[in-house]
């Protein structure tokens, strides 16, 4: 496996990975694209590859309890509430949005750290629900799904070496003879681009960088077919993120392991993930791939994302990419808004986003968006574009006489969509 490391750094005479230093190429700073490019290319979608993992109508609410001796639930955290998704196998999802929309709870959520309220899971050829199962039933879906924690510093525990948090994974689910799980360790840690002969260090003796890798290390024990990585490089420098990246990239292509990747940077989602979803207060307002997400994005939420993404080679030439900000505070998810969660930070808000929620609408061959208004940036409609198909006016108001079209909000993507310009059905 030592051939799986081709960027990752030279080793000192002690075996630890040190960065190789990056030249600046021409006047500006490199970023995160131009050092991940110098190992790999971007992650390319395959449209024809089956879903290891169909979420449906997952739902997280967090009760709130009441002060005093006798502690009641006065409310509910709504973190995570009615999103659906697939993740294909082999691929990668992106999941982005802003803190507190819900993100890191759907990662928990899918390994099942947390127990669902309301919602279904299905993992590759499993019929069965895994989001109610017991613990027991659960056991040996924990060997294909692992996680992948943000923070290197706090998710290995300093008392115990490396080679123990390593094999700890093969020790509980027997995987291999306990004479063997020395080996087995000592191979993880070269896959990752770590010395095998420091198996008896602690955690404390490593970088952020390292500590990344042998968390990486610890999620690959079982051989998973899919990591939930939890903004994995989120506290290590541009050098190293690129080189955690393409480690990433390497492991995905050597043993086909599927990726629901958390971020905040649009940067690294852009170049790992074929697909992003869009996360605002537990809902996921677009959803699409690569391509469509940042050239054409239609929700509102999204295209402000995406404008206070910094824009190296534009400030170099001149010119200034118009910021778009929004107004006000994110809503508490124990009281969010009635109808569509973002009209209180919106400029397209109209009265019918205050009455009526707007389902995640495919409107095209591999994209979905949740709002009223739906259309790329400048070019937003002024009647909402949801009004025939939920049969109701430009107000909310039910229309008599009128039929709603039946919509499919399920996971993955349907032969027939919605097109907002000509506003009907279309099919592939």
């Not at 393409?246 to 043993?255: H, K």
Request: charged share 20%.
């Amino acid at each position: 496996m030592s051939d799986v490391r081709p960027d990752r750094g030279q080793a000192d005479p002690e075996g630890e990975v040190v960065d190789t230093p990056m030249k600046p190429e021409g006047s500006g700073r490199l970023t995160f694209e131009e050092i991940a490019a110098k190992g790999h290319t971007a992650t390319q979608l395959d449209p024809h590859a089956k879903p290891v993992l169909e979420v449906e109508n997952l739902k997280m609410y967090f009760p709130v309890k009441s002060s005093g001796v006798i502690r009641r639930t006065i409310g509910h955290v709504q973190a995570v509430d009615g999103i659906s998704f697939q993740v294909p196998s082999g691929g990668s999802l992106g999941l982005v949005g802003e803190s507190g929309c819900g993100k890191s709870t759907t990662g928990r959520l899918i390994t099942r750290l947390y127990t669902p309220t309301a919602g279904s899971m299905k993992f590759g050829d499993i019929q069965e629900d895994i989001a109610h199962m017991s613990p027991r039933q659960l056991k040996p879906l924990r060997r294909n799904v692992q996680m992948i924690f943000q923070d290197p510093y706090t998710s290995l525990n300093p008392r115990h070496t490396v080679g123990s948090i390593v094999g700890a994974p093969l020790e509980v689910h027997k995987i291999v003879p306990k004479k063997q799980i020395l080996g087995r360790v000592q191979e993880l840690l070269e896959v990752v681009g770590l010395n095998p002969e420091h198996y008896n260090r602690y955690p404390n003796e490593f970088s952020g960088g390292q500590r990344q890798r042998i968390g990486i290390a610890r999620a690959l024990t079982l051989n998973p077919k899919l990591l939930v990585a939890d903004e994995p490089v989120s506290a290590l420098d541009v050098s190293i993120q690129a080189q955690v990246i393409n480690l990433l990239q390497d492991l995905q292509r050597e043993f086909n392991i599927a990726f629901l990747f958390i971020a905040h940077d649009l940067a690294v989602v852009r170049h790992f993930c074929p697909e992003v979803a869009v996360m605002y207060l537990g809902k996921i307002v677009e959803i699409a791939d690569r391509e469509t997400i940042y050239n054409r994005a239609h929700h509102p939420y999204t295209q402000a994302l995406l404008s206070a993404v910094p824009d190296v080679k534009q400030a170099a030439v001149g010119g200034r990419r118009e910021r778009i900000r929004l107004e006000g505070d994110v809503p508490s998810p124990i009281n969010p808004p009635s109808g569509c969660r973002f009209r209180t930070r919106c400029s397209l808000a109209q009265e019918i986003c205050a009455k009526v929620e707007p389902p995640l609408l495919q409107i095209g061959p591999r994209h979905k968006v949740a709002c009223h208004f739906a259309g790329e940036l400048g070019n937003h409609p002024d009647n909402p574009v949801t009004g025939n198909l939920l049969g109701v006016d430009r107000t909310g108001s039910p229309v008599p006489g009128s039929t709603p079209i039946p919509l499919h909000e399920g996971p993955g993507y349907a032969d027939e969509w919605f097109d907002v310009k000509s506003q009907s059905m279309v099919s592939a």
